[in-house]
């Protein structure tokens, strides 16, 4: 119990550290959204997983180079579990990203050939 | 402080007792105990204003509001220490171990910008060196340590960064120039000499992280080859537990570090780059060096050492360590005087990571006694070194005063070298180290 209220707090004060960037991350993941409501949302779940896909591997070897070492040494299971865990963690931050601004590119690239969707949300109308 | 101790609790005061003993630093007292000290207008103070002395003025502001709390401390800048060796080998910046005391004290307390000088346990005041008189009911001292540089001969702290002399230990500031001596050394090699001495030490694993990283940083300059590292221990061992010891010994044959044991650093020529080691049996041993990297003797501070509240005979008196209960971190002579971090005179832990397991015990053992209770709360020397191996790994090692592993997670082998570890040294330690100031774990 004691480690986990320690694990909070280490949470909590790296959240105060960093309080910028994860307000701006925040922040650019809110704008995204709400810039994206509405638009198509069919597609959702693929890019979402493409984009995973792509960083978690990256983030496997990048996460600890970020951090001064390297993935060579994670030596046992509490190793990996934190090394794909963080990049888990990575990938999901990643997609969260995608899926707005991929709506947006695609809204963006189909406005002079076809209508807006209606702003009210759901799939575009039918042929 | 006059309380009738038998008078009934207000519904206010159980409902403040509730609250505190809710958060997560008192499990170890009862409410009824804390309700009975916060109907108390005890006078507490704190000597020194590091971390054990920040926790504690945390702790009890908020966990006894009716209490006057006076901090003794000069010092404006606060130093997060666990980071001077990440610093002194180049991993760090200085500026990430700098911070100011004024942004982790809590509201609501006195703050003496003076140092104490003098302390009268029987009349109950400590004097500082501007003659103030500082009254109180119950003292806790978390003066830390003194580093004992001058108890070496030809030793010049001046020296630090400059003519292959590094070390770690003498604040920020010594840490930086630590570094650029070993980024100086590292280009070309040669002959390094990593001390040790026989006194109590402040981290202990520090003189051992600073041997591993030089010789990491020689082996990633390509100059590890023609370099000696020799370790030169005032000890019989480099480690005080056992376990731990054998390792570290094991690692350091394999990668070429040399051992010297009951070899003292006695006197140093910074000019002449020789230093001498002096053994039990009265030799002395002339030793060149290129880089050297001198860990002081250590004793308590002057205010402590020259006071009735040092230890008086036992392996402790000679440095003039506080003579604290090992377990309920009380004064054995005097029990409204409690000891937290660096100045206790108790086996091993001189670590923030045990500041960090008795604050809670200090905190819960001054309650009761302020309640007039016997104190019930039990420390049993945690205390932990991430061992930093090479740039990129560590070991996380956790020992009690018994020089038993105790890891917190049943999943860490702190025998193994791992990425985890250094991750928690690297990013994870500080950010738990101001929680522990803040006095939330």
């Not at chain 2, 180049?90 to 003098?118: F, H, K, Y």
């Not at chain 2, 570890?421 to 939330?440: C, I, Q």
Request: glycine share 10%; hydrophobic share 45%.
């Amino acid at each position: 119990m004691y480690e986990i209220w320690l694990m909070l707090n280490i949470v909590w004060e790296l959240v105060l550290l960093h309080r910028w960037a994860v307000a701006a991350v925040l922040l650019g993941l809110a704008l995204l959204w709400a810039a994206a409501r509405g638009r198509s949302g069919r597609r959702t779940g693929p890019t979402f997983a493409l984009v995973a896909a792509v960083v978690f591997p990256l983030a496997i070897v990048g996460l600890p180079m970020l951090f001064g070492s390297s993935v060579t040494e994670a030596r046992y299971g509490p190793d990996w579990l934190l090394v794909i865990g963080s990049a888990a963690g990575a990938a999901m931050l990643a997609g969260l990203f995608a899926v707005p601004v991929a709506r947006l590119l695609r809204t963006d690239r189909n406005a002079g050939a076809r209508p807006h969707p209606p702003l009210s949300g759901g799939a575009a109308p039918r042929a | 402080m006059n309380p009738d101790r038998n008078a009934p609790f207000s519904r206010r005061q159980w409902l403040h007792a509730l609250v505190a003993v809710g958060s997560a630093s008192l499990p170890l007292i009862s409410g009824r105990t804390l309700a009975a000290a916060q109907q108390h207008s005890a006078r507490v103070v704190i000597l020194g204003s590091g971390a054990g002395g920040i926790s504690l003025a945390n702790r009890l502001a908020r966990a006894l509001p009716a209490a006057s709390i006076t901090m003794v401390d000069r010092k404006e800048a606060h130093h997060y220490q666990p980071g001077y060796t990440l610093v002194a080998t180049g991993i760090w910046d200085v500026a990430q171990v700098i911070d100011t005391n004024a942004s982790l004290l809590p509201g609501g307390i006195r703050w003496v910008r003076e140092m104490a000088r003098e302390i009268d346990p029987e009349s109950r005041v400590v004097t500082t060196d501007a003659g103030t008189r500082v009254p109180y009911d119950f003292l806790v001292v978390a003066t830390g340590l003194a580093l004992d540089y001058a108890a070496i001969p030809g030793m010049d702290v001046a020296a630090i960064g400059r003519d292959g002399v590094a070390s770690v230990y003498n604040g920020p500031d010594g840490a930086s120039a630590t570094w650029r001596a070993m980024a100086q050394f590292r280009e070309r090699g040669g002959d390094a000499l990593m001390t040790l001495p026989a006194t109590p030490l402040k981290c202990a694993g520090a003189p051992l992280k600073m041997t591993f990283l030089l010789a990491d940083r020689l082996r990633q300059a390509g100059t590890l080859e023609r370099s000696r590292v020799t370790f030169e221990s005032a000890l019989g061992v480099v480690f005080g537990v056992p376990r731990i010891n054998e390792d570290v010994l094991r690692r350091w044959k394999e990668g070429g570090v040399a051992v010297e044991f009951n070899h003292r650093l006695a006197e140093i020529d910074i000019g002449r780059r020789r230093a001498v080691f002096a053994t039990p049996e009265g030799e002395r041993h002339e030793r060149p060096y290129d880089f050297i990297h001198v860990v002081p003797p250590m004793r308590a501070t002057d205010v402590i050492r020259t006071s009735p509240l040092a230890w008086r005979e036992g392996p402790f008196a000679a440095g003039g360590w506080l003579e604290v209960d090992r377990s309920t971190l009380r004064h054995r002579r005097y029990p409204n005087v409690f000891g937290i971090g660096d100045i206790n005179g108790t086996p091993r832990g001189k670590t923030a990571a045990t500041v960090k397991k008795s604050a809670p015990v200090v905190e819960a053992n001054l309650i009761s006694t302020i309640a007039g209770r016997e104190p019930t709360a039990s420390f049993d020397g945690y205390t932990s070194c991430p061992m930093i191996i090479r740039e990129g790994s560590a070991m996380l090692i956790e020992f009690d005063y018994d020089g038993r592993l105790t890891p917190s997670l049943p999943m860490i082998d702190p025998m193994q070298e791992s990425y985890l570890a250094w991750l928690m040294k690297v990013k994870m330690l500080k950010p738990a180290y101001y929680a522990v100031l803040r006095g939330r774990v």
